[in-house]
């Protein structure tokens, strides 16, 4: 069966998945989602791969689910089957080893705004749409609230999740939705920009530093200067912490040995 979900590769350090289901809006069905998953995991094992790029094909990123798909269901076993998948996905997004940015056209809407919400930079056209808008169907967005509440303050989260009402890029931006926007001519490269930065940088301390910033969050204070003090250390026994500091007193390049 041919998989809506594709791989690109864009040049040796950074490659982008794109999910082409255009005739459903790019829908998070059982299939994408399980695609998807299986990409981003292919991705994340890939040593030559430093950074990822998630996009949508066509008119926009993502509707979220299928609906048609979710309301021919039915049965309570194949809901949990459904939506713990679409957690798997948001959640290898977060604990994955490389850093993934969304690249957003059109409505990112649902799970498709949760998607965003955990991917760990955002940007977008200047008209892209963002919501969580199932309150609108009486199904309230209770996992997109996961992610997208983790980016979005409080009161702002309530008001999208209680009245349904998409939000333009410019106030995603204001929230902490997404990083910036710019036109539709400039989003690719600037994306390309900011993800050729990235991979300029150590595999390793890039993966070390991800991973470490989504742990402390969930910890008290103490305990997570306990923790990223300990991850601090282990990264300065790496190679590549001995080279960019002996590089920057040495007022050269680094040369990145990503161990």
């Known amino acids: 069966m041919?998989?809506?979900?594709?791989?690109?590769?864009?040049?040796?350090?950074?490659?982008?998945?794109i999910i082409d289901e255009q005739k459903t809006?790019?829908?998070?069905?059982?299939?994408?989602?399980?695609?998807?998953?299986?990409?981003?995991?292919?991705?994340?094992?890939?040593?030559?791969?430093?950074?990822?790029?998630?996009?949508?094909?066509?008119?926009?990123?993502?509707?979220?689910?299928?609906?048609?798909?979710?309301?021919?269901?039915?049965?309570?076993?194949?809901?949990?089957?459904?939506?713990?998948?679409?957690?798997?996905v948001m959640t290898q997004i977060v604990e994955g080893r490389k850093p993934v940015i969304a690249k957003v056209h059109g409505a990112a809407f649902a799970a498709g705004c949760q998607l965003v919400a955990s991917c760990d930079l955002a940007y977008s056209t200047k008209d892209a749409l963002f919501a969580t808008p199932g309150v609108n169907i009486g199904l309230f967005c209770s996992t997109p609230m996961v992610a997208v509440s983790r980016k979005v303050n409080r009161k702002p989260m309530m008001k999208m999740l209680l009245t349904g009402e998409p939000i333009h890029a410019n106030y995603a931006k204001e929230i902490g939705l997404i990083n910036d926007f710019f036109s539709k001519a400039k989003l690719n490269n600037e994306v390309f920009k900011v993800a050729k930065k990235i991979a300029s940088k150590s595999n390793l301390t890039i993966k070390i530093g991800k991973q470490a910033f989504y742990k402390q969050l969930e910890m008290p204070l103490r305990k997570a200067y306990a923790y990223t003090s300990k991850m601090m250390t282990v990264n300065m026994m790496a190679m590549d912490a001995k080279e960019g500091i002996s590089a920057f007193l040495e007022k050269r390049k680094p040369v990145w040995k990503n161990k």
Do not use: P, T
């Open 2 to 17: 041919i998989s809506n979900i594709k791989i690109k590769k864009i040049n040796n350090d950074i490659s982008s998945i």
């Open 25 to 88: 809006y790019n829908s998070l069905s059982f299939k994408n989602l399980s695609d998807l998953l299986k990409a981003l995991k292919k991705l994340d094992a890939n040593k030559k791969v430093k950074v990822i790029i998630l996009e949508g094909a066509g008119k926009g990123f993502s509707a979220g689910h299928n609906l048609k798909e979710v309301r021919g269901l039915k049965q309570k076993d194949k809901y949990l089957k459904l939506f713990n998948l679409c957690s798997r």
